[in-house]
């Protein structure tokens, strides 16, 4: 009796292949170890089920799937991929896998999904997951600190007031083994670790917090409830427009809620905020065409606890806030500085503190 052959290792290998060249075809200069065929490929961990047994043309990973094809093709290792779901970058050799989601605008970001291949060594051995603190440090109020928190009227200018605001990344003394199996007990010869990464902003030289990036775009986490974009799709012209009023998600059937607007120009106005903001004002964090900053503070922003909500900062919704040529002097018309927010959920049910301009 002949023996049957089954074919369905090898077509799941296939797919493996096609999602493996959809991970790295954006990933220039890249390299892969040897060890890689020490495993099959239709067994491997980072290819999700529904993947594969859907027979769709475009496959796309998650991020912690990616990573952890990328971590399968560096090291040789199959590992977990729910172990992945803080990772923000993985180190290899002279090689850094960074997310997306740290490279560029919080509203355009691109694809959460993507990573990015930067030829860059830093300075630890091995392969390692870089994730960040449970609990970033935010500075808190110093009575040595005498720059002005003024919270003046936002005279509908959207402009870039956080020039001096970079970041930066470092490493924490915690560091801890990777979970990588019963291999990894008598395989030694390449070190799969955990290093805590600190991601922080400057301004002018001074610190002024550590930042968890994944809080803009990960649900899970609980920063997260804090974040909403605006809805391209379904807002008004001009955020200043009494009707319709500007969507944030998109849900109709909630309440609106006018307030008047105060700048937010630095980091001490951002970090001193009254405690009736969201109350009686919303504030406009006026960094405009800034990724860095527009990242920086609506991170900080989401970590406070402020509601926070992520403009769009191309030059199409110039007019967001009105004209920048607009005669703000005088008595202007009440409608040209509050703004109605559509909420759609218990965290916003109140209006946002913050928007990111």
């Known amino acids: ?40 490929l ?14 769709a043309v475009e496959l796309d990973l998650p991020r912690a799937y990616r990573f952890a094809c990328i971590a399968f093709f560096e090291s040789g290792y199959d590992l977990d991929p729910t ?11 002279n090689s850094l896998y960074v997310s997306q989601v740290l490279l560029g605008d919080p ?21 390692v997951m870089m994730v960040a603190p ?34 930066h990344l470092s490493f924490t003394d915690f560091e801890m083994p990777f979970d990588i ?53 379904t807002r008004p012209k001009s955020l200043t427009s009494p009707d319709p009023a500007c969507w944030i998600g998109t849900n109709p059937l909630a309440h609106l809620r006018p307030q008047p607007l105060t700048s937010i120009d630095n980091w001490e106005e951002l970090l001193n905020l009254p405690e009736d903001m969201g109350l009686c004002y919303v504030g406009v964090v006026r960094a405009h065409d800034n990724w ?4 920086a503070t609506a991170c900080v922003a989401a970590q406070r606890g402020f509601r926070t909500v992520i403009l769009p900062t191309t030059d199409e919704v110039n007019d967001e806030f009105g004209d920048d040529d607009s005669d703000t002097s005088g008595d202007s018309d009440d409608s ?15 209006s946002p503190h913050i928007f990111i301009c």
């Open 134 to 167: 449970l609990a970033p440090r935010v500075r808190a109020a110093e009575l040595n600190r005498w720059k002005q928190v003024s919270h003046v009227r936002f005279n509908l200018k959207r402009e870039n007031c956080f020039q001096a605001t970079f970041l």
């Open 83 to 93: 172990e992945f779901t803080e990772v923000i970058a993985i180190s290899s050799r």
């Open 181 to 233: 199996g019963q291999r990894g007990s008598i395989d030694r010869a390449i070190h799969v670790r955990v290093v805590e990464t600190v991601i922080s902003v400057y301004d002018r030289g001074d610190w002024v917090a550590d930042l968890d990036v994944l809080i803009l775009y990960q649900p899970t986490l609980y920063g997260n409830r804090f974040i909403r974009r605006l809805d391209q799709s």
């Open 336 to 350: 040209l500085d509050s703004t109605k927010t559509v909420i759609d959920d218990d965290v916003f049910s109140a």
């Open 292 to 295: 860095i900053a527009r990242l």
């Open 1 to 40: 009796m002949e023996a049957q052959f089954n074919i369905a290792p090898y077509f799941k290998s296939l797919k493996a292949i096609q999602l493996a060249r959809s991970v790295y075809q954006k990933l220039s200069g890249a390299t892969a170890s040897l060890r890689v065929t020490d495993h099959p």
């Open 107 to 127: 509203f355009f970001g691109g694809d959460m999904n993507e990573v990015r291949h930067v030829m860059e060594n830093v300075g630890k051995t091995g392969v």
């Open 42 to 55: 239709h067994d491997a961990r980072w290819i999700p089920n529904a993947i594969l047994s859907s027979a």
